[in-house]
Nanobody, 126 residues
């Protein structure tokens, strides 16, 4: 089983930037795709960005042009550079990973993953 530790969240003003990190350990050698899942209060946890081991990416419409996912396969770490942040980006950001193919991964929902990390809080407010 993969263990995940997210970091890098904080309080930022609208229009600002943050860079989140997620380190995977455990059975990390089997990972193909890693993704980021923000969860705002009272809402479900939905995929906002995903990246494969060879660098292919996909973004939710809300993230296109503002968020950039990257990955260090040696460190088993995925990053999310978030620019032009908006108040509606406020959420706890979780990451997860799986050996599934890219398309299959994007269709996985919260309950399809065996475990989650604690997440990192992102608050966008003036």
């Amino acid at each position: 089983q993969v263990q995940l530790v997210e970091s890098g969240g904080g309080l930022v003003q609208p229009g600002g930037s943050l860079r989140l990190s997620c380190a995977a350990s455990g059975s990390s050698s089997s990972i193909n795709v890693m993704g980021w899942y923000p969860q705002a209060t009272g809402k479900q946890r939905d995929l906002v960005a995903a990246i494969t081991s060879d660098g292919r990416t996909v973004y939710a419409d809300s993230a296109k042009g503002r968020f950039t996912a990257s990955r260090d396969n040696v460190k088993n770490t995925v990053y999310l550079q978030m620019d032009k942040l908006k108040p509606e980006d406020t959420a706890v950001y979780y990451c997860n990973a799986d050996r599934a193919g890219f398309v299959a991964f994007t269709k996985m929902s919260e309950g399809d993953f065996g475990s989650w990390g604690r997440g990192t809080q992102v608050t966008v407010s003036s």
